[in-house]
């Protein structure tokens, strides 16, 4: 029997993967994917929730999610372009004058 | 006509903001006859004031002219308002007369002066500030007129400020008046403080209702508090070294505000506030002994002194100790003659001296002058009749001035204050006869590169002189004994007690009716002996001098650096407080108190350099630091309860 349970730890392990990969990879892709991957391991636990109380909300908030995902996807992939263009890379070690 | 009052000041006003604002681009002869101008309408004036003052019945002699509420705070009030007396009325005459004329004497004395519309800007308010201060009905308005006379006396003085001594001369006469001031304000704040008022009419009314004990200590207080005051602006001891110096500036200014006019304000303060000062007996006895002393010491220092204008500063020192003597006594309206007749032949004095110094190019020396009589006739003449005036011969001003103190000092006082002001009068006699004699008779000293420049002055400025010798001549009949203009013009203001009625009036029956003529005859032997010393000294064996000095070595040098008394105050007073406030300035200012702000400074930019080093730049370090704070928000949210 899979119980929410199991959807949780699931969901959980995912954004950690997503949370890991963002602080230790440089290519902005990369980490650009793995902010996706925390996106839809929220979305997990949303869909498990919805299941489990017989609501739709959950449900609906999945479909907001995703489409920030979308939004932010296009805005995001549009700033690295931009950055390649100037820099010719996208490692964020490279990209290190935001400070004193 | 005493409505008019208020365009007294208001012409001196504008012509101070004419030439002061647009004067650099008009002509010069369009500055002179704006500020002669303002102040020649000033005059007439005056003169429609005094003769609707003397259309009043004499005991309701006061006007008070409100012009508006000054300051309202609590119960202190102070209005700026005029106030037209008989003692007012005949300072403002006398301020603007003698004023007048050394206006129009400033436009020849000045006339190479690239500063010429900044002096006269400076001279009209000069002159405004100084109706201020005598027409003014509250203590407050005058003190504003009398700290504004000291600004222009600084500004005067230090006119030709490109020269060191000028500017120094100009700070020294501005920061010993602040001695003085201080004294003069407190005195105010302790007048408000006992009567919760400071109009002279409250004051002087309350005073005279007997409200207060005669000899309080409060009033005595007050009265020293304003004496102090006036020692400073009328130089007396200790505070008369500014006045020596204040010679640095033009000679007209000197004329004007270090002999004339300003210098005689604390002796105004003084006969204005006769009811107070009545009213202490030993401040009445302080003011006399200051004014015997000053009247003695200064005369003894003008004995030997070189420089024309430094003689006749000292001579003006002298003169306002005897003003001082006779308020001191208790005979204000023998003060306030001689304040009159003073102004009329020391400002004809100065200018007869500017007009020599004119002549010579700028000397002032008078070793370096002599035999001048043939080339500046008027000059020689008109200086003639200022020194006879001053050393006291009938029937010129000084002697009916000079004689009415020394009699009242005789009468009211003691025998030593009349022993005091007789040998003043003994070494005025002889050091006005001395620097006339230096002068203008002898043998040419003038070195023969100002000798061919040599010249009379021009007509306004032997103008003035001969007015001013004319007023020197016929000033006294107004006081003469027994049948007195002035006593009788000033007896609302100071009451029976401002001088001695019976003496002269009775024939001379008794005894005591005869004690004037008999002054007389004695005032005029000692200045006739002072004048025959100045002859035998400096006509008839020239060596004479030399050799005194030689044999009284000691007491010449004493004299001829003035007592020492600049190298006692510097040595007492001056370097103390330099080296004081170098120590203020190099230790507590500079390093503790900007070391404390500097400090803190120090240390913020020194924490916030360490702090800035968690800024590295990169993402990662930033996402961690978000996550960690998560992580810590979750931790606390759970197991924080």
């Not at chain 2, 032997?525 to 006509?539: D, E, T, V, W």
């Amino acid at each position: 029997m899979i119980t929410i349970t199991h959807y949780l730890v699931l969901s959980a392990i995912l954004f950690m993967l997503g949370v890991v990969g963002v602080l230790i990879r440089r290519n902005a892709i990369v980490i650009f994917m793995c902010i996706e991957l925390m996106l839809n391991a929220v979305n997990i636990s949303f869909v498990a929730f919805a299941y489990h109380l017989h609501s739709m909300q959950g449900q609906m908030f999945v479909f907001f999610t995703m489409t920030v995902a979308a939004a932010e996807a296009a805005v995001g992939l549009a700033i690295i372009v931009a950055v390649f263009r100037n820099k010719e890379t996208v490692n964020i070690d490279d990209m290190n004058i935001m400070k004193w | 006509m005493l409505n008019l009052i208020s365009l007294v000041l208001l012409f001196p006003l504008i012509g101070t903001a004419i030439n002061g604002l647009i004067g650099k681009k008009l002509r010069k002869e369009t500055v002179g006859y704006i500020a002669c101008g303002a102040i020649g309408m000033s005059f007439f004036v005056a003169i429609l004031v005094f003769f609707g003052l003397l259309q009043l019945p004499p005991e309701s002699r006061v006007f008070e002219k409100q012009l508006f509420n000054w300051i309202e705070s609590g119960s202190f009030k102070a209005a700026a308002g005029l106030q037209v007396d008989p003692l007012s009325s005949l300072m403002i005459l006398i301020i603007t007369g003698v004023g007048f004329l050394i206006h129009i004497y400033s436009i020849g004395y000045m006339h190479h002066d690239k500063g010429y519309h900044r002096y006269f800007c400076y001279l009209n308010l000069f002159t405004f500030s100084m109706l201020l201060l005598v027409l003014g009905n509250n203590f407050l308005l005058m003190f504003i007129g009398w700290e504004a006379v000291g600004l222009c006396s600084y500004l005067l003085i230090g006119f030709w400020f490109e020269k060191k001594s000028a500017s120094d001369a100009a700070k020294k006469a501005f920061i010993v008046n602040r001695v003085g001031d201080f004294g003069f304000a407190l005195g105010i704040m302790l007048i408000f403080i006992t009567f919760d008022t400071i109009d002279f009419t409250g004051v002087f009314h309350a005073a005279s209702q007997g409200n207060i004990a005669v000899g309080s200590f409060t009033v005595t207080i007050i009265t020293l508090l304003l004496f102090m005051g006036a020692t400073g602006k009328s130089a007396q001891i200790p505070l008369y070294t500014w006045l020596p110096d204040a010679m640095e500036g033009p000679t007209p200014v000197s004329a004007l505000i270090h002999a004339a006019t300003m210098v005689t304000a604390g002796v105004y303060m003084i006969a204005r506030c006769n009811v107070l000062f009545m009213l202490s007996p030993f401040t009445m006895t302080v003011v006399a002994c200051i004014g015997a002393a000053t009247a003695l010491f200064a005369a003894s220092i003008g004995l030997v002194q070189n420089d024309i204008k430094r003689v006749l500063a000292y001579s003006t020192v002298s003169q306002l100790g005897y003003m001082f003597l006779a308020c001191g006594v208790g005979a204000f309206t023998a003060g306030v003659f001689h304040l009159m007749t003073h102004a009329f032949f020391k400002a004809l004095l100065f200018l007869g001296s500017g007009s020599v110094i004119h002549a010579l190019s700028g000397e002032q020396d008078m070793r370096k002058m002599g035999g001048l009589k043939k080339h500046i006739p008027i000059t020689y003449r008109t200086f003639l009749v200022g020194t006879v005036a001053i050393a006291g011969i009938p029937p010129f001003a000084g002697f009916f001035s000079k004689d009415e103190i020394l009699l009242e000092a005789f009468v009211r006082g003691n025998f030593i204050y009349w022993a005091v002001g007789a040998l003043a009068a003994l070494f005025t006699a002889f050091y006005m006869f001395r620097l006339l004699i230096m002068t203008f008779h002898g043998k040419s000293r003038v070195d023969h590169h100002a000798m061919e420049h040599l010249h009379e002055s021009p007509k306004n400025m032997t103008v003035p002189l001969k007015i001013l010798a004319v007023l020197a001549l016929l000033g006294g009949f107004l006081g003469i004994p027994g049948a007195s203009a002035i006593n009788g013009f000033l007896s609302p203001v100071f009451g029976e007690h401002g001088h001695v009625e019976t003496h002269g009036a009775e024939a001379c029956g008794s005894h005591a009716a005869c004690l004037p003529y008999l002054m007389m005859v004695i005032s005029t032997g000692i200045a006739i002996a002072g004048i025959y010393l100045a002859y035998l000294m400096y006509i008839k064996s020239p060596e004479l001098p030399k050799k005194l000095a030689e044999r009284f070595s000691l007491i010449y040098k004493l004299l001829l650096n003035k007592y020492y008394i600049d190298e006692i105050y510097d040595a007492l007073f001056v370097n103390p407080i330099k080296k004081i406030s170098l120590l203020l300035w190099k230790r507590v200012d500079a390093q503790l108190i900007d070391g404390t702000v500097n400090g803190v400074a120090g240390f913020v930019r020194g924490f916030g350099s360490v702090l800035r080093l968690s800024q590295t730049g990169y993402v990662r370090n930033y996402a961690f630091y978000i996550v960690a704070g998560c992580i810590f928000i979750i931790v606390f949210v759970v197991f924080g309860k």
